[in-house]
């Protein structure tokens, strides 16, 4: 398995403004991955974070309202810009050490004014 | 597209009856399957997984079925507990390329003392 935090666990944000969700693991893993949750949905993937290259975004999300960073092999940013009321939601990053099981952060909890 | 439809989407149980959840998936490449149980507040953990090889694993009260040819998978849960209440959420992948996740719906089981 993985340790893994994120940062902040939660915000409140005015709309408009960006936030900048931080993913951490304790061990080097390739795989890391941006979800979206929203309340009493499923997780939807956003994005495939990819150290060294630009990210995947799946359809219906783009970089230049979801920017992300994957400096290294335990740590990426996910940024959510210009929020709307609409971007409230939990953000959840999660990895694949093992190359088959994905282990999820304790998420952010986003509440947009 | 990809997509897993999971059933039912709420599930009432009395304390020490058994829960159902089925999922079926559409990608016949999927080779990876797990659940994943999320209380609330909380990220989703993983309790059990099947590979395409196996047609059922079994961990104390857990277990899960896999019919391949049906594409479903079925998470049994025996003599259940109030804390086992919470959301369960399957899912399907292929682990080469992507590790991509496709998750179901999600169910609700709540465990009636």
């Known amino acids: 398995s993985a340790v893994i935090s994120q940062k902040p666990s939660r915000d409140i944000c005015q709309r408009g403004t960006s936030l900048t969700i931080q993913c951490q693991v304790d061990?080097?893993?390739?795989?890391m991955f941006w979800y979206r949750q929203q309340p009493g949905q499923s997780l939807t993937l956003i994005a495939t974070a990819n150290q060294g290259s630009e990210a995947t975004y799946e359809s219906g999300f783009v970089i230049d309202k979801f920017p992300i960073s994957r400096p290294n092999l335990t740590f990426s940013t996910l940024t959510v810009s210009n929020m709307s009321p609409e971007d409230s939601s939990i953000y959840l990053c999660?990895?694949?050490?093992?190359?088959?099981?994905?282990?999820f952060g304790p998420g952010t909890r986003l509440l947009v004014l | 597209g990809e997509n897993v439809e999971q059933h039912p989407s709420t599930l009432s149980v009395q304390e020490g009856d058994s829960a159902v959840i089925k999922c079926t998936y559409s990608?016949?490449?999927?080779?990876?399957f797990p659940w994943y149980k999320q209380e609330l507040g909380k990220r989703p953990q993983l309790i059990i997984d099947?590979?395409?090889?196996?047609g059922e694993k079994k961990d104390q009260r857990i277990a899960v079925t896999l019919n391949k040819t049906a594409k479903h998978f079925s998470l049994h849960i025996t003599e259940t507990q109030p804390e086992d209440s919470a959301v369960y959420f399957c899912a399907a992948t292929t682990t080469s390329g992507t590790y991509k996740y496709i998750f179901g719906t999600g169910t609700r089981l709540k465990v009636l003392a």
């Open positions: 061990s080097q893993v390739t795989m």
């Open positions: 990608d016949s490449a999927s080779n990876y």
């Open positions: 999660s990895v694949v050490p093992d190359q088959e099981t994905q282990y």
């Open positions: 099947i590979r395409s090889n196996v």
